[in-house]
């Protein structure tokens, strides 16, 4: 994802404070004794037993029944939307507040997102508002559920799980059977997630999982493709190795993709997914530090957990009313960034982005609200105690001086 850089200098007494990334690897188990052991086998390359493990260890931990590594969590959504059966010109409904990669893969299939808002409470994809666009724009035309105006087949329904927060999967899931819709979930930002006490891509058709290098585990860039269908498993691995017929004498009875994980990559993840836990645990912790030490200051919320969910915190994320803290998200980020901490907005939804401009939406404008007044903290499974203190004073001494010091920067 991209780094904000704010267009503000340090002064001098600031630059001398030690930088406090917004969310860094943790690299602290098995990492380098995997990594060694590949490098002095020689197995460095898209076949290993590391790759095996990691595939096994990630199926049995989200309790599904397959788990094929990938080189990214786009390529996962890649295939996953081939599999799932995306035609050219199909449209998919995607929530507008993700990261581009969502949105870019369903261009990769020539297929149009349709993008759908956020809720205002926790964020993620509105079912209400789903379903809305479903009854009111689209129609039934040779059993096939087309969108009134754009005259297209709309193939799927794609939901994203932002922050570390689920979405509310039931509701959408009862729409998407309704509909007659195939479901893909992006769990990019979601492992170890909780949707009712279950965990999120554990009874999936299809969800697709990021080890990109600021997720909560990282395997420095790889993805994972979740399902419990055998088909879907097996042309997963099918098309992510070139689609390869035979292997001796090279025989492609489809166009493929180079889009599998490597053994080095899977060896990082092996040992990275033993600590798994333990990053989760820290991560909650991280929140609940942040969440008491904001709770009396006017105009800070925290985003907050469902009843029904199990919140990870991949990043800590609160926001800013202007009116009653006093200044606005990008003005706090650039007094943070001036005291050498790094923040970072949400995502510009999609149906703002210049690249997905022709697509359309529908009512989005909480997620743009939520776009406006976003911040996500410094939240890093190694953050030190002192590191964070010194995130919250800063925080608090911006609230007490409120819009006074913030007009200064
Ligand atoms: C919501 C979401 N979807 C998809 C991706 C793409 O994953 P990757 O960077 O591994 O391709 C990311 C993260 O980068 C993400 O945050």
Known sequence: ????????????????????P?????????????????????????????????????????????AIAMSSGTAALHIGLQLIGIQPNDEV?????????????????????????????????????????????????????????????????????????????????????????PLIEDAAEALGTKYLNKLVGNDSELACFSFNGNKIMTTGGGGMLVTNNDHIAEKSRYYSTQAKDDPVEYIHEEVGYNYRLNNLQAALGYAQLEQLPDFITTKRQIAKTYTEAFGEIPGLSSHPEAIWAY????????????RLFGCDSRTLLRHLSNANIQTRPLWQPMHLSPAHKKCQSYYCEISEDLYKKALSLPCSVGLCKADQNRVIDTVLSIAQNKGLECSKV
């Open 93 to 181: 409904l995607v929530s507008s507040l993700t990261f581009i990669a969502t949105a870019n893969a369903i261009r990769y299939m020539n297929a149009w997102p349709v993008f759908v808002d956020a809720e205002s409470t926790y964020w993620q994809m509105d079912p209400q508002k789903l379903e809305d666009f479903i009854k009111k724009e689209c129609v039934y035309r040779n059993g096939k559920l087309v969108n009134r105006t754009s005259q297209r087949r709309v193939g799927a329904i794609l939901p994203v799980h932002i922050l570390g927060h689920p979405c509310n999967l039931d509701e959408i899931r009862d729409i998407a059977e309704r509909y007659n819709l």
């Open 1 to 20: 994802m991209p780094t904000i850089v704010p267009k503000t200098t340090p002064s001098k007494a600031h630059t001398e404070l030690p930088s406090i």
């Open 311 to 322: 919140h990870t915190h991949w990043l800590y994320t609160f926001l800013i009313d202007e």
């Open 22 to 66: 917004l969310c860094i690897p943790e690299i602290r188990g098995n990492e380098k004794e995997y990594v060694t052991s590949c490098i002095e086998t020689g197995w460095v390359s898209s076949v290993g037993t590391f790759v095996d493990k990691f595939e096994q260890q990630f199926a049995d931990y989200l309790g599904a029944k397959h």
